[in-house]
Structure formats: structure tokens, C-alpha cells
């Protein structure tokens, strides 16, 4: 196997993944375990400036820029170190199904697990890959140990063939991407790169250079507790007026209903009985405007609730939590030509698509680090079906050669 497949299937056996709860950085300490085997691995391979940020866990490193090209633009790739709260990563078994031909794949004999194109249309594209799967247990973790893997190998080819022209490249592994912190600590300035990518992105060829503009909501009804049975009059079910709460959003602007460039509120976790109850939402545009116009529906229906049933019955509370990286990187626009043409020429078409979700680049592009998105090959993610192709991360390995030679010669 190739040093990308390799690394990944030593990273995805380390459980990393995050917890929103904690309110710490990193919010799990068990990040800590990948992060220590990269400070090793990069020093075993010869990276340079390595730093270990151990309060908070990022990991920073340089490639030396290769002779003659030491005046060129710096260049930044950045994956997290973090997997998904929503699933597992614990105790994860990956497996290899070589040469897939097309059709079911038996995940779990004992639990019969399988993953169909009936339920994953896109899996058609991929008959005679081999695929990176779980046993229908766990998430994979390719969201981002692929991206983890594939920049650790491309360090590695570059170390070990200095006839390869680049520039200068910094390296940094970040925390508790998956649960919108993965900025929060993050030190651009001593990042010092000119612009960056995030290599957090899906199968090959997709390329994104905008998000969401992105709110966390949150409702905290207020209701009064009366014995049922002397309740008329008296009783405010919080429960039922958080329901009612939900029912005043437009229907149709929920994530099972949307796609593309359409936003939505999703209600994302809701706990409480008669007394309290309190709901937790995203909501997501990425117009600016219909953002904007979003976060006042969502306190409006508040406000209503409470001329109907009295002050402070429902509480609204509302957070920005990033904004759309388009309108930072426009002026950058050779960081996607070069990632679309080197893509081209690796016999990949791009493919490039709004991201329904967030990056820690769009968080950092903000902070003064233009910084679109890769792809790193995996699919399915945050999920027990969640997968990655082999052929698809090799090749985004040789996209981020490629892209330092693109900018051998680049002036910032």
C-alpha cells in the first residue's frame, strides 16, 4: 500500500473524537494522541519549525522552501485532528474492499450491516476502486484523517525529493474542527503563511471556497407545572410551546428539504418536560441578507410566543458563529484556478460546490488566512456508512505536490 493508505489506517485507529459539552481546548484530551504521533512522525521525516501547542493542541511545521525558490509565497495546508460527536470513533475496524464491483457491501456479518447504491447512489460512480470502509459500528474517519494522512505523505515525498520545486509550506493540525472551534486558538501569525488550504473536503474533484453564513439559536421555554388533573388555566406545557415554536418556521426550510444554495434552520436537539424545555438549532444561509433576515424570524417567533403567553416564556438567544469565505477570497482566485487545473491534469474534473457546512478556513480566512477547501476522497461522513476510495486519496496526495509547484515561483 502507499504511505497515504498506510498512515491513514494507523490515524483512523486513534479515537479523537470531539465533545461540544466540555468547553475546553482541545475538548477531548484524547486529540492529544494523534497529535503527539504527528509531532513524532514529522520529526522522523525532517519537517522544520515544528511546534506543539500542548495547552490547546495544534501542531505547526514547515517544509523548507527547495533551492531557489526560498522567496516564493508561502503556502498553508491545514486538517483537523478531530472526528464527529455524531458517531463513534472509537474502536474503529477498517477494512479494505478491494475492487469493488458495484453492488452491496456486507459491512457486519454477524450484525448484517451493508451498504447499498440503493441508499448511496454515488457508489455507482466508483465500481473497481477499492474502498476504505468500517464494519457499520463506528464512523471511518476520513473526515479529516484523510486529509491528515494525504498532507503527511505529500511532507514526506517532498523531504525525501528536494529535486521537487515549491516554496515554503506550513503544516498545521487543528482541534475540534467538527465542533465549530477548530479556530479559536489557532495562531495565524505564527502559522505565517500567505494563504492556506483546508484539506477537509469530500470525493475527488470537489473544490469549495464558500460556506454558510452560520448562527447558533438556542429556546429556552419557561413553562409552569400543575397536576393534570387541576391544570385548566393554570398549566404552561413547555414542551408544547417549544413545539409551537417550531411549527412558526417556514417548513420547507429544513435540511431534509434542502439543497444547493437554500438555507435552513435545523433543530438540532431539544430536553425538557412540563417546566422546561430547552431547544438547540443551526441556522444557515449562505446570502448574507436572507441570513440576516433568517436570525430575525427565528427571535420574532419568540417574541410572538411571549405576547401570547407572557413575558419571558420563551428566551432567544442567538450567536454568529462564521460568516461566507467567498467575499475574502475573491481576490484570491488563483488558489482555485490552481487547484482546478492541477486537478485537470491528474485526470480529475473539479467540481466546484457551496459547502452545506462549515470549515475552520472560513473561520481563518476571516482572521486574515485566505483559505479555500480540498477534497480528501472520503465520503458519507459523520456516519456509520462513511468511506473512503484509495485511488481518490492517492490522487489528492499528488493535487497537494502539484500545488506547492504551482506556487515555486509565486509572489504573495
Request: aromatic residues 8%; contains cysteine; glycine residues 8%.
Amino acid at each position: 500500500m502507499s504511505v497515504t493508505i498506510d498512515r491513514f489506517l494507523e490515524y483512523v485507529r486513534i479515537d479523537t473524537g470531539s465533545d461540544e459539552t466540555t468547553g475546553t481546548t482541545p475538548s477531548t484530551m484524547k486529540q492529544h494522541d494523534l497529535a503527539s504521533l504527528l509531532v513524532r512522525q514529522l520529526e522522523q521525516i525532517g519537517a522544520a519549525e515544528i511546534t506543539y501547542d500542548r495547552e490547546h493542541c495544534y501542531v505547526y511545521a514547515s517544509i523548507p522552501a527547495s533551492k531557489g525558490c526560498e522567496n516564493s509565497a508561502v503556502l498553508g495546508l491545514i486538517a483537523h485532528l478531530d472526528t464527529s460527536p455524531a458517531v463513534t470513533g472509537e474502536n474503529v475496524k477498517p477494512r479494505i474492499v478491494s475492487g469493488y464491483d458495484g453492488g452491496k457491501i456486507l459491512l457486519n456479518q454477524e450484525l448484517q450491516i451493508y451498504m447499498s447504491p440503493q441508499d448511496f447512489p454515488e457508489l455507482c460512480k466508483l465500481k473497481g476502486q477499492d474502498l476504505i470502509v468500517t464494519d457499520g459500528t463506528t464512523l471511518l474517519g476520513a473526515d479529516d484523517k484523510a486529509g491528515i494522512a494525504e498532507i503527511m505523505a505529500m511532507a514526506e515525498e517532498l523531504l525525501t525529493h528536494p529535486e521537487i520545486r515549491h516554496g515554503k509550506l506550513r503544516i498545521a493540525f487543528t482541534p475540534d474542527e467538527e465542533i465549530g472551534e477548530g479556530a479559536d486558538h489557532f495562531d495565524v501569525a505564527l502559522f505565517g503563511a500567505d494563504f492556506a488550504f483546508t484539506v477537509d473536503g469530500g470525493t475527488l474533484g470537489e473544490l469549495e471556497n464558500e460556506t454558510f453564513n452560520a448562527a447558533s439559536g438556542r429556546i429556552t421555554v419557561n413553562g409552569r407545572s400543575v397536576h393534570p388533573g387541576d391544570a385548566k388555566g393554570k398549566m404552561l406545557n413547555s414542551i408544547l410551546i417549544a413545539q409551537e415554536f417550531q411549527n412558526l418556521l417556514p417548513v420547507f426550510e429544513n435540511p431534509m428539504y434542502t439543497e444547493g444554495y437554500e438555507g435552513f434552520y435545523h433543530l438540532d436537539s431539544i430536553k425538557g418536560n412540563v417546566e422546561k424545555t430547552v431547544a438547540d438549532y443551526i441556522i444557515r444561509d449562505h446570502d448574507r441578507q436572507k441570513f440576516e433576515e433568517k436570525k430575525k424570524l427565528f427571535a420574532d417567533c419568540a417574541a410572538f410566543l411571549n405576547r401570547k403567553y407572557g413575558e419571558d416564556t420563551v428566551c432567544c438567544e442567538v450567536k454568529d458563529s462564521y460568516y461566507n469565505m467567498k467575499e475574502v477570497l475573491e481576490p484570491y482566485a488563483h488558489l482555485m484556478d490552481n487547484a482546478a487545473r492541477s486537478l485537470r491534469e491528474l485526470g480529475a474534473e473539479p467540481v466546484i460546490n457551496p459547502v452545506r457546512g462549515g470549515t475552520d478556513g472560513a473561520r481563518l480566512s476571516f482572521m486574515g488566512l485566505p483559505c479555500p477547501n480540498l477534497c480528501t476522497g472520503g465520503a458519507n461522513y459523520h456516519s456509520r456508512f462513511e468511506y473512503a476510495s484509495v485511488q481518490a486519496m492517492e490522487t489528492v496526495t499528488r493535487l497537494l505536490i502539484k500545488l506547492a509547484e504551482c506556487y515555486a515561483d509565486f509572489q504573495a
